[in-house]
């Protein structure tokens, strides 16, 4: 079946302009995480929906970050006000049990 | 959540089998110890999980000691497409309730021929 999908997956901007990162989780999935992962550094946690209850916001870095699910099903990842140090790879679970699956990820790249 | 202390790296020859320790001294009753690899430029892949003792899948094994406090990752005769950062996982219970967890800085693994 299909796994998680992420777009787009590559996204250059310069400073100070807004991105939206989107997330198509598995059908059925009710946890998403966000995650960022620098050039060559492990993942950093940003936020997770876990059904209808109220997001875990406690990963995002600054209140430049937000992030969205709507119906439950596709996310989006809003970063407002690019800085340089916002450029790396975002990448979106969903998990079913015990196991996340991840999407591609989604580059991006701050000029 | 339980903080995880793995490797930074290793090296192996292939065909040997490689084994990952990661240590989490202070696990939670509910805990479960998951495995992840990543390759360059893709997201992380489920390997395997466990609670205690042994658990074997086609790809892998873990070791878990009766204390929990780390685990093993057991990768038997490696091949050059092992070379991966793996990461080791502890949280992440389903109890239907929200879970944070943390990555951490992984075991880049380099198998040389």
């Known amino acids: 079946g299909a796994g998680v999908s992420q777009s787009p997956s590559n996204k250059v901007t310069e400073k100070g302009k807004d991105v939206e990162l989107r997330c198509d989780p598995i059908s059925g999935h009710t946890a998403l995480y966000w995650y960022r992962q620098s050039l060559g550094q492990g993942l950093e946690f940003l936020i997770y929906?876990?059904?209808?209850?109220?997001?875990?916001k406690s990963g995002l870095p600054s209140d430049r970050f937000s992030a969205e699910r709507t119906g439950g099903s596709v996310s989006t990842l809003t970063i407002q006000r690019t800085q340089q140090e916002d450029s790396a790879v975002y990448l979106c679970a969903s998990r079913w049990s015990h196991e996340q699956y991840f999407g591609p990820g989604t580059r991006l790249t701050v000029t | 959540l339980a903080k995880t202390t793995q490797p930074i790296s290793m090296d192996s020859y292939e065909g040997q089998e490689v084994n990952i320790t990661c240590s989490h001294n202070?696990?939670?009753?509910?805990?479960?110890i998951t495995w992840y690899q990543q390759f360059p430029s893709q997201g992380p892949r489920f390997i395997i999980q466990?609670?205690?003792t042994k658990v074997t899948n086609e790809v892998a094994s873990l070791f878990i000691p009766a204390d929990r406090k780390s685990s093993t990752l057991s990768l038997p005769r490696v091949s050059l497409s092992d070379t991966a950062v793996y990461y080791c996982?502890?949280?992440?219970?389903?109890?239907?309730?929200?879970?944070?967890?943390?990555f951490g800085t992984g075991t880049k693994l380099q198998v040389i021929p």
């Open positions: 202070n696990i939670a009753t509910n805990d479960y």
């Open positions: 466990g609670y205690k």
């Open positions: 996982l502890v949280g992440d219970n389903y109890s239907g309730g929200y879970q944070k967890v943390t």
């Open positions: 929906f876990q059904g209808n209850s109220a997001p875990d």
